[in-house]
Each structure stands twice: as structure tokens, then as C-alpha cells.
């Protein structure tokens, strides 16, 4: 039987984070949700001195502008490290700005979504991030987790 997929949820705002997990039980899919506050606590967790966290997500949720190491950092240390090359990583940033966006997909974003201020749309891309990513995308990361493997594809 397959795992409970977990989300990693990388925000340094607190009203942002707490929209997003709100969002996030509201959707109706059964997923975990770990939370950290900044870049670094992020790269500490996916990539720290041990093997990894032994129940990886299967989706990272990255701000780009944080405190310590920005999104941008962290995703392009993801996907220069094996065991976080395929995780699926969606971008969700107040950010606007066109270089910004060219940035994070040329440092490997799997999508980019500019936070919406409406709270019943904040739902709604919440809600289509975690159907489309935890129950209809196929990645090798999530299969090697659904087999119960530790290794990730090279």
C-alpha cells in the first residue's frame, strides 16, 4: 500500500503559510504537510550530512524570497544533488517579475504560480497543485517512494 504523500512547504510568511495549509486540507487530498521558514532550513532537511530525510516529499512548494538562502538557491541545490534531482518543485511567489520567473525555471522549477491575493483562488491553485502533483503526475522520485525505495534515479 502506498504511503501518504508528503509535501515539503518552504514559506517565510506566516499569514502565506497558513493560507497554504488551510488550502491545502481544504482540497480533500490526504497528504502530510511538513513546513520550514526559510531556505536554509530547507537545504538542512533534503540535503543534510545524513542520507536525507527517510520519508523524502513528493512535492517541494518553494518561496523564492526568504531570509538565509533564497528559493532560487535552494532549487538549484536540489538539482545539482542526486537524491533531489527529479523532485517535483512548484514555485509559488508573490513575485512578478519576468526574470524571476526565467530564473527559477532555468534553475529547474517544475512550475511557477504567482501567489493570488483572492482566498477562494489561493484554494483553487492550491487544490490543482495537489491533485496534479500527488495523485496524477508520474516522476521517478514518486515511484521509487510508492516501491518503497530509497535510491533515486541518476
Known amino acids: 500500500m502506498p504511503k501518504k504523500p508528503k509535501i515539503l512547504l518552504v514559506e517565510d510568511n506566516r499569514d502565506d503559510q497558513d493560507l497554504a495549509l488551510l488550502a491545502i486540507e481544504s482540497s480533500g487530498i490526504c497528504c502530510d504537510v511538513q513546513v520550514v521558514h526559510d531556505g536554509a532550513e530547507a537545504l538542512e532537511l533534503l540535503l543534510g550530512p545524513t542520507q536525507g530525510p527517510p520519508d523524502p516529499p513528493r512535492l517541494v512548494v518553494l518561496d523564492l524570497k526568504m531570509p538565509k538562502v533564497s528559493g532560487l538557491d535552494v532549487l538549484r541545490a536540489m538539482r545539482a544533488d ?6 517535483p518543485v512548484v514555485v509559488l511567489t508573490s513575485s512578478g517579475e519576468q526574470r524571476d520567473l526565467e ?21 483553487q491553485i492550491m487544490s490543482g497543485i495537489c491533485s496534479y502533483w500527488l495523485l496524477w503526475n508520474e516522476s521517478p522520485q514518486s515511484a521509487a517512494v510508492d516501491r518503497g525505495m530509497d535510491d533515486t534515479p541518476a
Open 82 to 87: 542526486p537524491r533531489t534531482k527529479y523532485l
Open 103 to 123: 530564473d527559477a525555471y532555468a534553475s529547474g522549477a517544475n512550475s511557477y504560480i504567482r501567489k493570488p491575493i483572492e482566498l477562494d483562488d489561493f484554494n
